[in-house]
């Protein structure tokens, strides 16, 4: 399966993205040439410790950088269109159908005074096209699920219906709610609808958070860091459920996180980042047995191993590199063990080792 | 049998006759709030029946007419003269048992205030609301855009700050005419830049919170974000604000009355009256005091109201 889909095209790719943000102190070089691909369907985890750059990755993809920030080089084409070149309104509507993003704490993402139901209402009243189809399916079939638009926007033969009234289309808004909740397995979604973000725990919020994002039928969803502010069972429930929604929705998934573990739980790819750049692409199982590069190597001998304990945990020597004077060259050199004369000039590229396996060292 | 749709509906009932219980509830709790609404409601009510329960004529039935006062015989004590009764004087001709006495034209007091509240509370939601609306429309624009939009506007509200507020109501009065629609002009003018001042700072705070970014990242407009969400969430001062303000307005809206701005000398109004009152404050006191007691009491009231209501109404409050 996951064979076939590294075959196909990619839905996203990203080509040496360089992106800097200017401070007080001097130009952060956050991504230095980030190259990427995401295939149909699938879901790619971005791994690397703090500040590597995987959250400017995803607000580059989302076109929200903050004001300071700059793109430099490269570009991101999503389904054949570059967005670099897309203008503020072009990549609102993109973010508004076609790019979801679901973000870390869900207690602060949601708006603390408007209900579950106005705010899911919310997206779907950003599209009406989404809407109109579903008023058509209505009339035709008598009734709508959500599960129905997916299938119509894969087989990419939508109909709508143009004299919608406003009516039916919030009723239609509802049903739609009321049936994505029901995906994300919130229990009692009509209740639920009527409550406001603090009446739910943080898992709830989570999920409702993910309903507004698959809300938008996106090709491509970001997930970025969504399990980390939950304690761990809620986060074994997040993962089981997107795991369990992935071949439901059509699209693929960009699961941002620091958690390996997490990665290896949904994740077909795993993409390893270090300072800026990606240093490591493999399938899951394949960079989990033979991880190429060193600091991935290194990253996999600090995890605790039930199977193969240890007295003490390996950490990496040093620090996270400075970003705006960041080390020349590779920029794990510093902290490598197998550091090399060559590794201080140029920037190793990625290189496909083994098959669907990247890594970007002089070593290979 | 109840189908299961019917069974929905009720709960739905259920729960919002549950959250009316806990809302009645939040306010039952503090008692100074419920003292402040009940307060509130009765004059609220007194000044929609004020036409019912006292004739509104006898207001306006009085005037110096060729030497003479002209009053309805009902309320004063005798035709030609005008003689303060004091509080609790019964006229032995007639009905006539004066509660809280006669005012300096010799009405009966208790009526004229009965018939001035609803106009002091009238002009109140008209000022108020104007200079609330305006003043948070401007406000959110402001904070929300930032930049130099905001700046001028900061300025120009300042300009409107370093002049004392009642100075300027008077300025602006006794340039453009004592009529109603000037006085309340006037008061709105120096009224609204303090909500420009409370909606900026929200919603500079507002703007910067994690649902925006999110609702960003969902493809909602600039104008949505702002009136839809960041406005929403940051509005309860400003009910709050309002709230007190109509205790506020009443305040200076009277000292206006009070300092001779007053469209006609014989309107009931509550400044109106104590200025009524003003020249017999050693023979006649209660032509000032009462005026001014009920003055106290809507003002009190309408901020204990105030202070309840952001406890009832925030949704961040209420767990």
């Known amino acids: 399966m996951a064979e076939k889909r590294a075959e196909s095209q990619p839905v996203l790719e990203i080509r040496n993205l360089k992106v800097n943000f200017s401070t007080y102190k001097g130009i952060v070089k956050a991504l230095n040439g980030v190259d990427l691909k995401l295939y149909s369907r699938e879901v790619l985890a971005l791994v690397g410790e703090s500040g590597c750059g995987k959250s400017v990755t995803a607000q580059t993809l989302i076109g929200l950088l903050p004001e300071n920030a700059s793109i430099l080089e490269g570009e991101m084409i999503l389904n054949g269109k570059n967005l670099t070149k897309k203008s503020k309104e072009e990549m609102r509507m993109l973010r508004a159908q076609a790019i979801a993003i679901v973000f870390q704490d869900p207690m602060t993402f949601l708006n603390p005074v408007l209900t579950i139901e106005t705010q899911l209402e919310e997206v779907f009243m950003l599209q009406k096209n989404l809407l109109r189809e579903a008023v058509a399916i209505q009339k035709a079939e008598g009734d709508v699920k959500f599960a129905d638009l997916i299938k119509a926007k894969s087989a990419g033969s939508s109909q709508t219906d143009k004299g919608a009234s406003k009516k039916e289309t919030k009723k239609v808004a509802k049903k739609l709610s009321i049936d994505l909740l029901r995906m994300v397995k919130l229990p009692d979604p009509k209740r639920i609808l009527k409550q406001y973000p603090f009446e739910l725990s943080g898992g709830m919020r989570q999920r409702a958070m993910i309903a507004m994002a698959f809300a938008r039928r996106p090709s491509l969803f970001i997930a970025d860091e969504i399990t980390t502010a939950l304690d761990v069972t809620i986060q074994a429930q997040i993962l089981h459920l997107l795991k369990g929604l992935r071949d439901r929705i059509d699209a693929s998934t960009l699961m941002i996180t620091h958690d390996l573990s997490v990665a290896a739980e949904v994740a077909d790819r795993i993409a390893v980042m270090y300072g800026g750049n990606i240093v490591e692409t493999a399938l899951t199982r394949a960079l989990f047995r033979k991880p190429f590069h060193p600091y991935t190597q290194m990253l996999l001998r600090a995890i605790p191993n039930i199977l193969n304990p240890v007295e003490r945990l390996e950490s990496i020597p040093g620090t996270v590199p400075e970003m705006i004077n960041p080390p020349p060259g590779c920029r794990f050199h510093p902290r490598c063990p197998h550091a090399m004369e060559i590794c201080k000039g140029e920037r190793p590229k990625l290189l496909e080792v083994e098959k669907k396996h990247e890594v970007a060292c002089y070593l290979y | ?319």
């Open chain 2, 1 to 319: 049998m109840q189908s299961r749709e019917e069974k929905v509906r009720k709960g739905e009932w259920e729960a919002r006759i549950a959250d009316l219980k806990y809302t009645l509830h939040l306010f039952r709790k503090n008692p100074l709030v419920m003292i402040g609404t009940i307060i509130t409601l009765f004059f609220v009510a007194l000044a929609l029946l004020s036409n019912i329960i006292v004739d509104p004529n006898l207001a306006y039935a009085s005037g110096y007419e060729g030497g003479m006062y002209r009053f309805d015989r009902k309320y004063m004590w005798s035709a030609g003269h005008i003689i303060n009764w004091g509080p609790g004087i019964s006229i032995y001709s007639g009905p006539e048992f004066f509660y809280l006495g006669t005012d300096g034209w010799g009405r009966d007091l208790l009526a004229m205030i009965i018939l001035s509240i609803p106009v002091d509370l009238y002009n109140a939601v008209v000022i108020v609301s104007i200079a609330a609306v305006f003043g948070t429309l401007i406000g959110a624009i402001a904070g929300y855009v930032g930049g130099i939009f905001d700046e001028a506007i900061l300025r120009i509200t300042d300009i409107f700050f370093a002049f004392p507020g009642l100075v300027l109501a008077l300025v602006f009065a006794a340039m453009f005419g004592r009529t109603m629609e000037t006085l309340q002009l006037a008061i709105v003018l120096v009224w609204w830049p303090p909500y420009v001042r409370l909606i900026r700072g929200q919603i500079l705070s507002e703007k910067e919170k994690p649902y925006v970014e999110a609702l960003r990242a969902l493809g909602a407009s600039h104008i949505r974000i702002l009136f839809r969400h960041v406005l929403l969430n940051s509005i309860f001062p400003i009910l709050v604000q309002i709230t007190m303000d109509l205790g506020g307005v009443i305040l200076t809206f009277s000292a206006l009355m009070f300092l001779g701005f007053s469209p006609s000398p014989s309107m009931p109004e509550l400044g109106n009256l104590a200025a009524d009152g003003y020249g017999h404050i050693f023979d006649a006191p209660w032509v000032m005091i009462f005026p001014g007691l009920v003055m106290l009491v809507i003002s009190l009231a309408f901020n204990l109201v105030g202070d309840g209501l952001r406890d009832v109404l925030d949704p961040r409050l209420r767990r």
